[in-house]
């Protein structure tokens, strides 16, 4: 069923079906998209409610746009109405299927967001719809410039395609993996942050070093484009705790988009009433547990660090050999 829904993924109402929304491409990545890919003639195969389509449609002369599924197909025209872009072709049908291919004949650029299983335990890229190997196959003899969108959670070594592997995150979440083909290939691997809109790439190798004053934790796209060599080069950055989750690197007090998080070193010690002392001595009146703890014990243990403070601040505290206690930045 259609309906009209407001969502944080949106500046405007948009229209859409059940599940719709779930997969729709966030007003601010679609722009970003659109913006790398400005062209001519854009096709899109599998457009969803059109989250993207309007977003091409603002910044490429001409979008063709196809999706199987009527209803999608039904909420992306009128989304489009809404975002008042009118240069789109809209097509009903299955893009691997020789009528509807035929409308993609003079694209510049190729885009495809295949459908993919909401959760899966190792994301495979045999599970998409359409998959990437086909879509290659049927649409390269057009044009050897498409891209796709893919799970952020895969590594690029795990991408079995030359092409170029854009990780992005969204206010320090991760949020999309990009692949570019053909000319649309810039580098091997970079991370955009967003909606700051900056781009880290190149080459560089990881520093480690001590706990020091300052702690920053690097953005999960820089993290997945495994890009941490290149921020400690470029920032004069250490990594000096990692515990499989989180990482923390030490340098000079500073902010950078790249950065998801800064703070500032509050203590170092080995047990739970040391962290105690010191969140009591710092003026603190919460302590924020970012270590591994089973869900059923984080308040119990986190009421007692708390119980009686009356200070001001929040604290975090993180648990390698040692706790770390320390104080974020604004
Ligand atoms: C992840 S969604 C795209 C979401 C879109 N980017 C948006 O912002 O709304 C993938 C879409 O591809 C469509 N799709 C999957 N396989 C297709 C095929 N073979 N032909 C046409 N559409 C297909 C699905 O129906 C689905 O709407």
Redesign the pocket.
Known sequence: MIQKRRSRKFSKEIFTDED?LR???PEIV?EYRAKRLKTDVIGE????????TVQFARYSSEVIA????EE?LECAKRNARIYGVKNIRFIL????SEEVRRFFRDADIIFC???RPPEEEIRSFLNF??RIDEVIELYSPFTENLAFEAPPQIPPARVPFECEKEYISLNHQLNRLNLYFGELKKRDVSAVILPEGEVLYGEGEISYGEIENYLHEPDPAVVKAELLGVLCERFDLRVCFMDGKRILMSGDDMRSPFLKNSYILRGVCGSLSEVREILEKGGAKKAVLRFEIPPSEYWSVRRRLEEGLNGERTFHIFRGDKFIVCERLE
């Open positions: 719709g997969f729709a491409t679609g195969l599998g457009c969803g409610i059109g989250g993207q196809a999706e199987r599924d999608k049908g299955d893009v691997r967001d295949p459908s719809e359409p």
